[in-house]
């Protein structure tokens, strides 16, 4: 009997620390995402929020390095569109990602400010990169 992937969405900063360091938690995710071993759920709007952060100046990431970066996460990603709008991070902008979640049922939503958000929402668990990769790793192992 094979299990279902785990449903995970990633906050930016997650997306941006793993193109800014390669050994990092944060890359192991995206790997693994980008690996089909994990299946990530976006939105129109978190998309365009990863692709506004990973263009800014001040991280030098090269402009084809990002749009190639972009090509994988869209192939490897489900579209979801959020069936309602929440209010319930601390920052405003941060909700697109629970409202994501909640669409895409997602089992974790991983972010490097766990604080900005409920320990929980709906049925998705709110951890960081390095509690996946502790918790998830096992798993996949089965």
Same mark, same amino acid.
Not at 76 to 87: G, N, S, T
Not at 115 to 125: D, I
């Given at each position: ?50 692709? +506004?952060?990973l $263009? ?8 084809? *390095? @990002?749009?190639? =970066?972009?090509? #994988?996460?869209?192939t ?12 319930v ?22 972010? +490097?400010?766990? $604080? ?8 998705? *668990? @709110?951890?960081? =990169?390095?509690? #996946? ?10």
């Open positions: 009997m094979r299990m279902r992937k785990l449903r995970v969405v990633l906050d930016t900063n997650v997306v941006v620390s793993a193109h800014l360091n390669a050994e990092g938690y944060e890359r192991h995710v995206l790997d693994l995402v980008l690996a089909g071993k994990l299946q990530i759920a976006v939105s129109a709007a978190i998309l365009e929020e990863y692709e +506004g952060v $263009r800014r100046p001040k991280f030098g990431i090269a402009p084809r *390095q @990002v749009g190639r =970066a972009l090509h #994988l996460l869209r490897a990603a489900r579209m979801v569109r959020p069936h309602r709008r929440l209010e991070a601390r920052d405003p902008a941060d909700n697109r990602f629970l409202e994501c979640a909640e669409a895409s049922k997602a089992d974790y939503l991983v972010t +490097g400010n766990k $604080r900005h958000f409920p320990k929980q929402w709906r049925q998705t *668990q @709110v951890v960081n =990169a390095r509690e #996946l990769i502790e918790w998830v790793i096992p798993e996949l192992r089965r």
